[in-house]
């Protein structure tokens, strides 16, 4: 028996379910991270936001290098 096809409607009602699931998924990991921040006693350093900001992105550069040095490159 043949699926009838989602309607516009049904499709725009995932998007937001998707959209809802997606910043509850952000802000689950941005907890997390926070409390690991904490574990490693950043919230006691008095260094600015900048600077900090400036430190994660040193780091996320660094883990996203590494992870596509080990992603072959599609020939």
């Known amino acids: ?7 516009v409607v049904d499709i725009d009602k995932e998007i937001e379910a998707l959209k809802a699931q997606r910043v509850a998924a952000l802000e689950g ?9 904490a574990k490693a006693d950043l919230t006691t ?10 430190e994660f ?7 996203r290098r590494k992870a596509s040095a080990s ?5």
């Open 29 to 37: 990991r941005a907890d997390q991270i926070g409390k690991i921040a």
């Open 45 to 54: 350093l008095e260094i600015t936001d900048a600077e900090l900001l400036k």
């Open 1 to 7: 028996m043949a699926r009838k096809p989602k309607s």
């Open 71 to 75: 992603t072959p490159a599609n020939t």
């Open 57 to 63: 992105q040193a780091i996320a550069d660094r883990f």
